[in-house]
Each structure stands twice: as structure tokens, then as C-alpha cells.
């Protein structure tokens, strides 16, 4: 069920119906129904059709509160569609007047589908919850059919994610399971490092489009919302969580408010990051919560970012342990010993036992002037010689 405020949709197209019979009054006039869908979807996603009913008038006020049951015939060319009743607008005890409102019926593309999805609708019916036996009939002539579409998987038009929202902890609540539209936007780094966090800032805003977000019995005090982003390319790992408090929500109230989530990634290798929205879950834990809202796995809008080599970097000042090796210096010294005070540079002669007084012999051997005295003796000998000789050969 969906108020009549719902979001721009791209592809929209009136269509004209003649409705008889029930507990609703028309006159002779008909009745223009509204279709509406994104602009693209890609091969094997889904999208939501809106349809949208016009304000109508009630026969015979009902005596409760009641709700309006809208069941469309759909025929979708390279797709198929979800059928039956689906809830619209209430309508007020004692009150005629029935407001306008929207059903919203879930439409898959086929795998394999490469221009378009048709969509054909065929004979409405219209009842009350208090009085489903008693209905009215409205039949079209038209023969348009409203077109979407395949795109390359970059989602909706307004970037709305089809959650499918379930109670994994097996409460039992009348909202569940639901169909909930979030319009989810994701806001990557303008630039980023390998080996170094990225942080992605997740945005979502619930549409009037789907099923009511409620918060079923027994839904936690100070509950999270834990979203999900899935990541490729760069060594990015494959999913990534971040979590943010919910305000002003208690059990059996509706969520119609989102907090924004700031999610990390770390990529290891430069190149380009692709992201897309994942899975949301509600409560104290994202491993066992009380909500547990389903991304489809197609369709949905991609966003980058680039990652550079994170060498660009400062270097890292170096640590305590870290020697930096130094020019080796090489210097020459002239060492001057000064002999210790145990040696003199006087010597003392010692006369050996039973020996001459030689002065500096015994303990430090012959004096040297012996040897200069010799030697001087034989030089003038030899040369006395010399001269004894020259003369006898001058006289001879």
C-alpha cells in the first residue's frame, strides 16, 4: 500500500477505464488509471510497476475503517509480473469519499532480453477489505503498452532499490514479508590509495512506492541499520558494512526515516573500484537481526571510483631502530710515545760476572766504537799500502 505522493518515475502513461457494478459509483464517467516505471532496467533485474488510482466514491459509507483492493491484469512482453490483489488507500468509517492512492506490482526482466519490457494492462477490479465478494469490474479499450527499456545495468532511473524485506528471526508480523522501496545513493572518494581505507558515505530515503517499513513487536531499543555495499575491481573485497543508530523508532511504529552510513573499503592494487548497493539489516547485530532487507542482485545503479598507487605517498619518517649508514672516514695519526718512567734514556753499564768493565757491553754487547775504531785503522792501512806500492812501480 502507498500513499497518492510517489517518486518521479521516467516512463509514465495514462490509461482510461469504464468501471461497473460493486460498491463504487462512477456516473457514466471513466476513470484514468496511471502506469508508471523506471526508464531502464537491465536484462534479468526487476522493477516496480505503480499503478495509480484516482479518488473514487463509495456507494454506501462503510461502518469501520476499511482499505481499498486493487488486483490489475498485467501482461509484460520480455518479462513477467507478479499478480493478485494488492492494498491502496484507506478509506475512513462513515466517509464516501475513498482518496486517491497506489499498488505497486513487482515486474522481472527475462535474461536474454535485449530492447525492451511491455507492459499491457489489462481488466482492473476494484473491492473493499470489508467486502471482498462484492466487487467492481473496469475494462480498458486502449491499446498502448508502457515501454522500458534494457539498459546495461545501471539501474533505475531515480536509482530506487527494490528491497525484499523478511523477519529472519522468525516473528510472525501482518507487514511481512514486504516490498519496500529505498532510493539509495552512494557517494565514493574523490580519490583514494591502495592499501589505505576508502570511505563511502550510503544514503537512502524510503519511497511511497512500496510496502511500509514498520518496526515489528519486539524490535530492539537503540537498533542499528547495518548497510551493505558490494565492491569489485582494485582487490576490493567483495562486500563491506558500516552500521549507524536509528532515532525515534520503537516497536510497531513505522521506519520512514533513514540514517546515513559511512562504509570502508580498502582496495590493495590501483585501478577503478565498482560499487552497487547491497543488503540492509535492522536491529542490535548485522549476524542476527530483527529486519533483514534483500538487494536484487541486478539492475542496480554502479558507481566508481579510481584508486592510485599509494607510493605517491610521504615516506614514512624512519623508525628508532633504523641506522643510517654514514660516509667512512679515514685519518692519519703520528703517534709520539713518550717512554714510561721505568725506562731511561740514559743506559747504565753493568759489568758481567767475571768479565771486563766494558761500559755498555755485557747486557747490550760490544760497544760500537770498537768497530769504528777498527775499521778506521784498516781503511789508513790499506791505504799506507796503497802508496808503498805506486811508488816501487814508479821507480821499477
Not at 525484499?164 to 516490498?179: E, H, K, W
Not at 573500484?273 to 549476524?287: C, K, N, P, R, W
Not at 760476572?353 to 792501512?381: C, E, N, Q
Amino acid at each position: 500500500m502507498a500513499t497518492p505522493a510517489s517518486a518521479a518515475a521516467a516512463a509514465t502513461k495514462q490509461f482510461s477505464y469504464t468501471c461497473t457494478g460493486g460498491p463504487f459509483t462512477f456516473g457514466n464517467e471513466p476513470i484514468s488509471v496511471g502506469l508508471s516505471a523506471p526508464d531502464s532496467v537491465a536484462a534479468g533485474g526487476t522493477f516496480d510497476l505503480t499503478v495509480s488510482l484516482p479518488a473514487l466514491t463509495l456507494a454506501t459509507a462503510p461502518t469501520a475503517s476499511t482499505t481499498v483492493q486493487a488486483n490489475l491484469t498485467l501482461t509484460a512482453t520480455g518479462g513477467t509480473a507478479d499478480a493478485g490483489a494488492k492494498t491502496g488507500a484507506t478509506v475512513t468509517s462513515g466517509s464516501t469519499n475513498v482518496p486517491a492512492g497506489n499498488v505497486t506490482y513487482r515486474i522481472t526482466a527475462t535474461t536474454g532480453t535485449t530492447t525492451k519490457v511491455s507492459v499491457d494492462p489489462g481488466t482492473l477490479t476494484l473491492a473493499l477489505a470489508s467486502a471482498t465478494g462484492t466487487t467492481t469490474s473496469c475494462t480498458t479499450t486502449s491499446t498502448e503498452v508502457l515501454d522500458v527499456t534494457i539498459g546495461t545495468g545501471g539501474g533505475t532511473g531515480d536509482d530506487i532499490v527494490a528491497y525484499d524485506c523478511t523477519l529472519p528471526s522468525g516473528g510472525t508480523d501482518t507487514n511481512y514479508p514486504a516490498d519496500v522501496d529505498i532510493k539509495v545513493v552512494l557517494t565514493p572518494p574523490t580519490s583514494a590509495s591502495a592499501n589505505a581505507d576508502a570511505s563511502i558515505t550510503w544514503a537512502g530515503t524510503i519511497q511511497t512506492t512500496g510496502d511500509p517499513l514498520s518496526a515489528p513487536t519486539g524490535f530492539p531499543t537503540g537498533a542499528k541499520l547495518f548497510a551493505t555495499i558490494k565492491a569489485s575491481g582494485a582487490g576490493a573485497p567483495a562486500t563491506a558494512t558500516g552500521e549507524a543508530t536509528l532515532t525515534g523508532v520503537t516497536a510497531g511504529s513505522e521506519i520512514t526515516t533513514l540514517p546515513s552510513v559511512t562504509v570502508k573499503v580498502k582496495p590493495t592494487t590501483t585501478g577503478t573500484v565498482t560499487l552497487t548497493a547491497g543488503d540492509l539489516t535492522f536491529g542490535t547485530s548485522s549476524t542476527s537481526p530483527a529486519i533483514r532487507c534483500t538487494a536484487p542482485t541486478t539492475g542496480l545503479k554502479a558507481y566508481t571510483f579510481t584508486v592510485t598507487n599509494g607510493s605517491t605517498s610521504p615516506s614514512p619518517t624512519p623508525s628508532a631502530t633504523t641506522t643510517t649508514p654514514r660516509p667512512t672516514t679515514t685519518r692519519t695519526a703520528t703517534v709520539t710515545v713518550t717512554p714510561s718512567s721505568s725506562t731511561s734514556t740514559t743506559r747504565s753499564s753493568e759489568t758481567p760476572k767475571a768479565g771486563a768493565d766494558t761500559g755498555a757491553g755485557g747486557m747490550m754487547g760490544p760497544d760500537g766504537r770498537v768497530f769504528i775504531l777498527t775499521g778506521t785503522a784498516l781503511v789508513a792501512a790499506a791505504a799506507v799500502g796503497g802508496l808503498v806500492i805506486r811508488r816501487r812501480s814508479i821507480k821499477g
